[in-house]
Nanobody, 126 residues
Framework: QVQLVESGGGLVQAGGSLRLSCAAS????????MGWFRQAPGKEREFVGA???????YYSDSVKGRFTISRDNAKNTMYLQMNSLKPEDTAVYFC????????????????????WGQGTQVTVSS
């Protein structure tokens, strides 16, 4: 059974940093596109960023330059380093993965992903 488990969320002051982890089990994702999404209260889930099967990365405009996605294939884990956090970054953060290797052209859309974690809360205080 494939599982994605996020960790690392918490409460941080504006301007601070957090690193989220997404640990995968049940199969490896070294050749698969993985992504991060977030959902703030009362809002729809939105794309944050993705790391492609090729290790290229893409980010939403709202986080570009502040967030960095990486992966450690040996640990089957993806990371989201978040710097210069703002109150508007407050949300539940979800990681996701594409089932098929060497694909992920719709990395920016929820519909492009097959596996999802349960989410981790990030709260940024002003």
């Amino acid at each position: 059974q494939v599982q994605l488990v996020e960790s690392g969320g918490g409460l941080v002051q504006a301007g601070g940093s957090l690193r989220l982890s997404c640990a995968a089990s049940g199969r490896t994702f070294s050749g698969n596109t993985m992504g991060w999404f977030r959902q703030a209260p009362g809002k729809e889930r939105e794309f944050v960023g993705a790391i492609m099967w090729s290790d290229s990365t893409y980010y939403s405009d709202s986080v570009k330059g502040r967030f960095t996605i990486s992966r450690d294939n040996a640990k089957n884990t993806m990371y989201l380093q978040m710097n210069s956090l703002k109150p508007e970054d407050t949300a539940v953060y979800f990681c996701a993965a594409v089932r098929t290797a060497y694909s992920g052209s719709t990395y920016y859309s929820e519909r492009g992903y097959d596996y999802w974690g349960q989410g981790t809360q990030v709260t940024v205080s002003s």
